[in-house]
C-alpha cells in the first residue's frame, strides 16, 4: 500500500462520517504516511501489531484488506479494530496495549519463536508510567519487542509538553541505599497462636 493510497482511504472515512454512514468516534491519521511505511518494511506477516485507537494506516500497511477494515469502522470498530488473522490488535485506553503486547512478547521468547512484536503509542502514552515499565521490562528480559512512539505533540488536544510540564526527559538520579533486611517480609518471623 502506497502513500496515496492511505491518504485515499482516510479521505473516504472522513466522508462517510460526514454523511452520518458512521454512528461512533472515528481517529484518522494524517501527515505520518512516509514515517509508517518505512517502519512497516521491518514488520514481517507473522509478527504481532499492537496498535491505538487511530489504528486505520497501521491495519492497512499489515495486510489486513481494505474492505474488512472499511467494514469494521462502518459497524462503528475504528477505535478497536482486532483481526486475529493478521496478528492485529488495538485498544483506544491510552497506554493499555503496552502490557498485552509485553506478555505477547514474553510468550515468543518462552516458546523460542522467531516473530517479533511491534507496539505503537502516543506521545501522550509515552510518559505514562505503564510505557516506562513495559519498556524497562523489555530491555531487561531481550523480549523481541520493538515500541514505536508516534509524536504530533498532542495528548488528545493539549500539547503533550503542556500537559506533563516540559519537555520529556530523563528522570533526575534517586537517592539509592542497600541494607539487609532483620525482619521477614510479613509479620515477625514466628508462629503466634491467638486464643
Same mark, same amino acid.
Given at each position: 500500500?502506497?502513500? !496515496?493510497?492511505?491518504?485515499?482511504? @482516510?479521505?473516504?472515512? %472522513? ?5 452520518? %454512514?458512521?454512528?461512533?468516534? #472515528?481517529?484518522? &491519521?494524517?501527515?505520518? @504516511? ?7 518494511? !521491518?514488520? %514481517? ?24 477494515? %472499511?467494514? !469494521? ?17 488495538? &485498544? ?22 522467531? @516473530?517479533? #512484536? ?14 516506562? @515499565? ?6 531487561? $528480559? ?26 520529556? !526527559? ?14 521477614? $517480609? ?10
Amino acid at each position: 500500500m502506497d502513500k !496515496q493510497a492511505l491518504i485515499d482511504f @482516510e479521505e473516504e472515512i %472522513k466522508n462517510l462520517f460526514l454523511s452520518a %454512514k458512521i454512528r461512533a468516534p #472515528v481517529h484518522l &491519521s494524517g501527515g505520518n @504516511e512516509d514515517a509508517l511505511i518505512d517502519i512497516f518494511k !521491518q514488520i %514481517k506477516k507473522k509478527d504481532w501489531v499492537f496498535s491505538t485507537h487511530r489504528s486505520h494506516y497501521h491495519a492497512l500497511l499489515k495486510g489486513i484488506p481494505m474492505e474488512w477494515v %472499511k467494514e !469494521q469502522i462502518l459497524k462503528g470498530n475504528s477505535i478497536h479494530l482486532m483481526n486475529r488473522e493478521h496478528k492485529f490488535f488495538t &485498544s483506544a485506553i491510552i497506554g493499555s496495549i503496552c502490557p498485552i503486547a509485553l506478555g505477547v512478547a514474553m510468550a515468543i521468547k518462552m516458546n523460542k519463536g522467531k @516473530e517479533r #512484536v511491534w507496539v505503537f503509542v502516543g506521545d501522550m502514552a509515552a510518559e505514562m508510567g505503564i510505557f516506562h @515499565e513495559c519498556y524497562k521490562y523489555s530491555l531487561g $528480559h531481550n523480549l523481541p519487542v520493538t515500541f514505536i512512539i508516534e509524536d504530533n505533540g498532542l495528548s488528545t488536544n493539549t500539547p503533550t509538553q503542556e500537559t506533563w510540564g516540559g519537555p520529556s !526527559q530523563p528522570l533526575p538520579k534517586p537517592i539509592r541505599y542497600k541494607y539487609t533486611r532483620i525482619y521477614p $517480609h510479613i509479620n515477625v518471623g514466628e508462629w503466634v497462636v491467638f486464643r
